[in-house]
């Protein structure tokens, strides 16, 4: 058999270096399993059978031979023939069998055999001879001698490592790959006694998986499909280093090997596992002994019988890591009440949380659970806009009163999807108001300094703007007063030069008119002006009350124009003000406001109010702890009045509300 210069057979690609050198151990190992389990039969052969490992390193630490020795069967006729034949496209399709020892001769120049093996009731040969697959002739030097029954078994030896190789490996690495390649064998109940000896260090693999491997129970489940009868389930915890490939799954396993893995991942959510070990689900039995085939790769049985193995194996799993998925489901019970905390449009879908985490993959994460939410959202309104198109267009109806029921009770749908919306536009509100109470707070702690006033006035509404009564997405003047929201015209940070008034340079920090969202000619619509001072001033650096009576003065008389020029108002001397001053209401703030026209304390205590006669103008003074507070509590009561959520994220959001005063 011979190699092209890349190392090929046919179209077959052989692996180079470590990944040669350790094809070369497996390919070995599993033969020497084989011939194992031939000798003393599958009850048997994983109790009695013995294999080694033996590495020896050079003076520089590069490898000097590999010697893999087994009592098994070892090479009579027989298998000397199975030997010598290396069908290689054939054997490679079904496992690699053959292929192994091809490796061999492309990683080391010398492949030396000796094997012992009984020809009789008593008596045993020895075979040894040099092994080169790339010639014919493979089995150079063969040579038969008597043999010793306790030495029955087979060794090979494989030395003179070919420099372009580079097949280094230190002692940890081997043990890890052989634990690795062969957790199936062992956890499957077929891996015979497997020592490697790297040097001075000695490792039993068997011995090492166990302290690996942790049974936690086992069960006897009867099928009741076909003939199936009964199979036996060991549920086990494993380290997750030993095996990626088989860890979290199924096993279904027959005559001591690992024939179909199912992966369980995602199905349980394994990867969150307390104990941080990973799960596996052992699954035997003698009809899956009777039904695999001969490569033990499949199973010669009808689908229907395999599919209920699976199904009783899944049942057997979930009832295993019941409290597993319990903790699974407490957090996923958090992620949909969070979701609808912030999103109660989508409680169309949750009539009772509870009911609903129990319908989720414990694999859903908080992501999935949301666009699960989403989608079904989309799905909903998708239906109600069709059912609408089609009561629309309908003829009319033989049964009246039939129609009059369709329509009412999709006016009810569609009323409560706008209550659902108007339910998440009330918590988008709440985020605000607790955004806008983080700002009271210090800005920096070591220096005890506040946030100015601007950035308050910024959040309320945006400086240095004229706004008008359809512009609300551009502010939050809902904060301070809901009916904020009609006036016709307002600025924000605008000189009294840039809204007509010549001459003057103050700016007010808010002027609101019109407030039934148009100028109505001929009256005397009250005008709002409200002052914003720094959170947190002891001691106000001016009488804001004084500031805005400074300017009622100089708007009285005067006529407002917009950008454009156009009159928004005229301002006469009977035309009424409301001024609203909002701050901190510290000792030194209750001396000042204690002493001026808007003396009297609101019943709160957060406040205080008064007239101004002589400006025909009434005052306000608001703590900023009082507005957001207010502001809460009529946000509140408006979500309140909606419902359409479940009662559980009612009661988490009112929670949330209350923490945050």
């Not at 969202?517 to 959170?535: L, M, Q, S």
């Amino acid at each position: 058999m011979k190699f092209d210069v890349l190392g090929r057979i046919g179209n077959m690609r052989l692996p180079d270096g470590r990944t040669a050198l350790l094809f070369s151990i497996y390919e070995a190992v599993s033969n020497a399993i084989q011939a194992i389990e031939e000798r003393f039969g599958r009850a048997e052969f994983s109790k009695r059978g013995v294999i080694g490992i033996l590495v020896q390193t050079n003076a520089d630490k590069t490898l000097k031979y590999l010697a893999i020795s087994d009592n098994g069967i070892g090479l009579n006729d027989t298998h000397l023939r199975s030997f010598e034949t290396c069908d290689t496209r054939q054997k490679y399709a079904i496992g690699g069998k053959g292929v192994g020892r091809l490796i061999w001769d492309k990683v080391f120049r010398i492949i030396n055999v000796r094997s012992t093996y009984e020809t009789g009731l008593h008596g045993y040969e020895q075979v040894s001879f040099r092994f080169d697959p790339s010639i014919d002739d493979s089995l150079i030097g063969l040579v038969k001698g008597k043999g010793v029954a306790d030495q029955t078994g087979t060794q090979i030896m494989l030395s003179d490592l070919k420099g372009e190789q580079n097949a280094a490996i230190g002692p940890s690495s081997l043990s890890k790959y052989i634990c690795h390649h062969f957790f199936p064998y062992f956890i499957a109940g077929s891996m015979p006694q497997l020592n490697v000896a790297f040097g001075r260090r000695d490792l039993d693999i068997g011995a090492y998986l166990s302290s690996k491997v942790e049974k936690k129970a086992e069960e006897e489940i009867d099928v009741q499909v076909a003939s199936v009868g009964k199979i036996r389930i060991s549920h086990v915890y494993v380290d997750k280093a030993i095996s990626q490939e088989l860890s979290n799954s199924i096993l279904l396993t027959a005559q001591g090997r690992v024939v179909q893995s199912i992966e369980i991942e995602k199905k349980f959510a394994l990867r969150s596992l307390e104990n941080g070990r990973a799960y596996v689900c052992v699954v035997n039995g003698g009809f899956l002994d009777a039904k695999v085939d001969q490569e033990r790769t499949g199973f010669k049985a009808l689908e229907s019988e395999i599919e209920a193995i699976k199904e009783c194996a899944l049942d057997a799993a979930e009832r295993f890591l019941e409290t597993h998925i319990k903790s699974i489901r407490r957090t996923q019970k958090r992620h949909v009440i969070e979701i609808l905390e912030e999103h109660p449009q989508l409680a169309v879908s949750v009539k009772d949380v509870d009911s609903y985490v129990v319908g989720l993959s414990p694999s859903m994460s908080e992501e999935d659970i949301g666009k699960t939410l989403f989608t079904l959202l989309y799905r909903h309104e998708r239906k109600l806009r069709h059912q609408i198109e089609a009561i629309s267009n309908d003829g009319a109806e033989s049964d009246e009163k039939a129609r009059r029921d369709r329509i009412e009770d999709l006016v009810a749908k569609v009323s409560d999807d706008a209550k659902r919306r108007l339910a998440e536009y009330t918590i988008k509100r709440h985020q605000i108001v607790q955004l806008a109470r983080s700002l009271l707070r210090y800005s920096d702690e070591d220096k005890k300094t506040y946030h100015w006033e601007r950035t308050l006035h910024e959040l309320i509404c945006p400086m240095g703007k004229m706004l008008g009564a359809k512009q609300y997405d551009e502010h939050n003047l809902w904060l301070i007063d809901d009916l904020l929201s009609y006036y016709s015209f307002f600025a924000s940070d605008k000189s009294m030069a840039a809204l007509g008034v010549q001459g003057e340079r103050k700016e007010p920090d808010l002027l609101f008119f019109n407030p039934y969202g148009f100028r109505r000619e001929g009256t005397n619509d009250p005008v709002v002006i409200i002052e914003f001072k720094r959170p947190g001033d002891e001691i106000l650096s001016s009488d804001p009350v004084d500031q805005v009576l400074e300017y009622i003065e100089r708007l009285r008389s005067r006529t407002i124009r917009d950008i454009e020029g156009e009159i928004v108002s005229e301002i006469d001397s009977q035309t009424p003000f409301e001024c609203i001053v909002v701050c901190d209401l510290s000792a030194g703030a209750r001396k000042r406001f204690e002493r001026s026209v808007a003396q009297t304390p609101t019943p709160d205590g957060m406040g205080y109010y008064g007239f101004s006669p002589n400006h025909r103008a009434s005052i306000r003074v608001l703590s900023y702890q009082k507005v957001f507070r207010d502001a809460e509590l009529r946000n509140r009561s408006f979500f309140s009045k909606l419902g359409l959520v479940p009662e559980e994220v009612r009661q988490a959001l009112s929670n949330a509300a209350l923490a945050a005063e």
